[in-house]
């Protein structure tokens, strides 16, 4: 067609990063939780990557369900994203975690070993088996609780005396 343009995605759903556009996987396409939450949470960051916020506080600055958020955490987690530091602390990848020098970020990145960083190997591969081992553990947990396996402590302990 003569004269069509191309659209172009908002802004806000470019990733900030050439790594990440390099290896966005399905789950982390523009539109859905999980690059929503991503985006949110890049917008939350501490410098260094640092995202201090609880599952309650990001679904409220998400206008989204708490449930949501807690789905599509694991994305995040298996595309190597986002990793949990703790309860309420979330630490984003290097390669788009914000700096205030970009001499700091480039240094950090250098830091990184070959396989962490997100422009080399196969990203979405590394992600799909990623992904399918937290939901054979997960389904692997819930078949314990069910059957009720929980291991006995059976064994005497080996405590001392104090006298």
Request: aromatic share 4%.
């Amino acid at each position: 067609m003569e004269g069509a343009t191309t659209a172009r995605p908002p802004a806000a759903l470019v990733p900030a990063s050439p790594a990440l556009a390099h290896a966005a996987p399905p789950p982390l396409r523009p539109g859905n939780v999980s690059a929503r939450m991503l985006l949110h949470m890049m917008t939350e960051q501490e410098l260094g990557g640092l995202v201090v916020a609880t599952h309650d506080e990001l679904s409220a600055g998400l206008a989204m369900e708490r449930g949501m958020i807690s789905r599509a955490m694991p994305h995040l987690v298996a595309a190597r994203l986002v990793t949990v530091v703790r309860r309420g602390r979330f630490q984003l990848h290097r390669m788009i975690a914000a700096f205030n020098d970009p001499r700091k970020q480039q240094r950090a990145v250098k830091a990184l070993p070959r396989d962490m960083r997100l422009d080399v190997g196969d990203f979405e591969d590394e992600y799909e088996r990623r992904f399918q081992f937290h939901l054979d553990e997960k389904a692997r947990k819930a078949e314990a609780r069910a059957k009720g396996n929980v291991a006995p402590i059976n064994k005497p302990t080996r405590l001392k005396r104090v006298h």
